[in-house]
């Protein structure tokens, strides 16, 4: 179980260390993170699998955002590849529980096996959240680096997507499929939807949410023609209209870009 403990008061801010209330001066092994400037109210340190974290509040006068010039994206979030876009580029699924879950699956018996109470038992719990808390951080900076890619909140107006376009999956109910339910999980779509939508608001993207009915994968983006037959394992989209031949998942960025049009 985490530990923690929220802090007020007196907190001072330097380039590689925090000064807290009744704690004192504290290193920092990661640097430059923190703002220096800005009314501090609180802080909170934190326990996870061994290792200390601190977070702290800041009330800052933020500025709004120039409005952003640039082409509109669509973005089809996957399996294989955790977002193909509309652009042409690809974001690859780390797979980070994938990786990991035969080392995942001895470690959590090796615990089982320990004697309730004893040294090596919390020896072994310590090993087992420090690969689940490894496989967590894998995956989010996977999904923080594709996000940030994406939205592109430090270049000017014109390199920004003045729209991003999402499907607004029901996620809930495609993890009650016992056959993709892992594989789903482990690309943290949720999450993704998440930042989108915060970094956007920073950066004056706007993000349209298309209907989860839509049938983006089954459309044929250069005539429209549907083909209802299309399933998961059809990993290329052919169209028998006009022959159009592509990667399911551009196709489907293609459809996606299209509603904002």
Not at 82 to 89: I, K, Q, V
Not at 135 to 143: F, G, K, P, S
Not at 229 to 242: I, K, N, Q, W
Request: net charge positive; aromatic share 4%; glycine share 6%.
């Amino acid at each position: 179980m985490a530990r923690s403990a929220r802090f007020t008061g007196s907190i001072r801010v330097f380039s590689d260390a925090i000064q807290l209330p009744r704690l004192g001066r504290l290193r920092l092994k990661e640097h430059g993170y923190f703002p220096l400037d800005g009314k501090i109210s609180s802080a909170t340190i934190r326990e996870q699998a061994g290792r200390w974290y601190v977070s702290i509040c800041v009330h800052e006068d933020a500025k709004d955002p120039q409005p952003a010039r640039g082409n509109i994206i669509g973005v089809d979030l996957g399996i294989k590849r955790l977002a193909t876009l509309s652009d042409g580029r690809t974001f690859e699924n780390p797979r980070a529980l994938r990786k990991k879950i035969t080392a995942l699956k001895r470690a959590s018996r090796r615990h089982s096996r320990k004697a309730k109470g004893s040294h090596n038992r919390q020896k072994a719990k310590q090993h087992l959240s420090r690969m689940h808390a490894r496989i967590a951080n894998v995956r989010n900076d996977a999904l923080h680096q594709a996000t940030a890619q994406i939205v592109a909140r430090t270049k000017p107006d014109q390199e920004r997507p003045r729209v991003i376009v999402l499907e607004d999956l029901n996620i809930a109910g495609m993890l009650k499929n016992r056959r993709l339910a892992r594989a789903i999980a482990d690309v943290g779509m949720y999450e993704f939807k998440r930042q989108i939508l915060y970094k956007a608001e920073q950066a004056g993207v706007q993000v349209l949410l298309a209907s989860r009915w839509e049938p983006s994968s089954k459309t044929c983006s250069c005539c429209g023609w549907v083909n209802e037959a299309l399933t998961l394992s059809d990993r290329v989209f052919v169209c028998l209209e006009c022959g159009n031949v592509q990667d399911r998942d551009a196709n489907a960025a293609n459809n996606l870009a299209a509603l904002a049009q």
